[in-house]
């Protein structure tokens, strides 16, 4: 099956840095690569994605990038704020199950924005 | 609606009794999971139902019985369960159309087994 590797397990930036997060797979087949946000207490909420045919996906300070050919995958957020405090976790699919997506996920990244 | 839902919030129970987990979406996703998740840890697949059927169980032991009523609904029946099944058990769903689809997730439900 898939397997998913994330580092760092921590992260510690200061206010406007920059942050990134690192993920490899396994599966040369998958093809979904969702980044999820978890703070304290909450559920998981998918932040940004990106598909097999793109390289990279921007959304305002969170951006992704994807190289198919090494397997690997990051997650970027500039001029962090205290706000994106939380755990990011990184997923990549299996191949189709029938109708249903079979997520894989990474082991977590804490990050830490420091003011 | 763009939500998946789940009661209760929170749930202590002895070993020996039964209870049930609820989650509901109402986006006409035909995908729905159940997740596990520990302390610090990612979550956990247990479960996949796709269009009310089974289709993915991650051998979960028989103590955990899913159940899928109608497309919006969403049951995880427990029977007979051990300290250590203590955790967050989040629910999730998705359209159900095929691969790289995103998962939505409720808010979980925190059990606690005494």
């Known amino acids: 099956g898939e397997n998913v590797e994330q580092h760092p397990s921590t ?39 990106i598909r097999s045919n793109v390289g990279e996906k921007k959304d305002q300070r969170i951006a992704v990038t994807l190289n198919k050919t090494a397997k690997h995958f990051s997650l970027h957020i500039t001029e962090t704020q205290p706000e994106d405090s939380a755990v990011y976790f990184c997923a990549a699919t299996e191949l189709n199950t029938g109708t249903a ?3 894989t996920f990474g082991t977590g990244t804490r990050l830490q924005v420091t003011l | 609606d763009t939500e998946v839902t789940q009661t209760p919030k929170h749930l202590v129970m002895g070993m020996t009794n039964k209870k049930s987990l609820k989650c509901e ?17 990612p979550p956990e697949l247990m479960f996949v ?11 979960v032991p028989s103590r955990f019985s899913p159940e899928c009523p109608n497309s919006s609904l969403l049951n995880l029946h427990l029977h007979a369960l051990q300290p250590e099944d203590s955790a967050l058990y989040l629910c999730a769903s998705s359209r159900g ?9 409720g808010p979980g439900t925190r059990l606690l087994v005494l």
């Open chain 1, 11 to 49: 992260l510690s930036v200061q206010e406007g840095d920059s942050a990134v997060i690192k993920c490899t797979y396994s599966d040369s087949a998958s093809n979904y690569f969702p980044w999820y946000k978890q703070e304290l207490g909450k559920r998981p909420q998918l932040i940004i994605d």
């Open chain 2, 25 to 41: 979406q109402h986006m006409g996703h035909r995908a729905m999971y159940w997740y596990k998740q520990k302390a610090k840890k």
């Open chain 1, 101 to 103: 997506s079979k997520l």
């Open chain 2, 97 to 105: 159309t095929g691969g790289r689809e995103t998962q939505y997730f």
């Open chain 2, 49 to 59: 139902y796709s269009y009310e059927k089974l289709s993915i169980n991650e051998s």
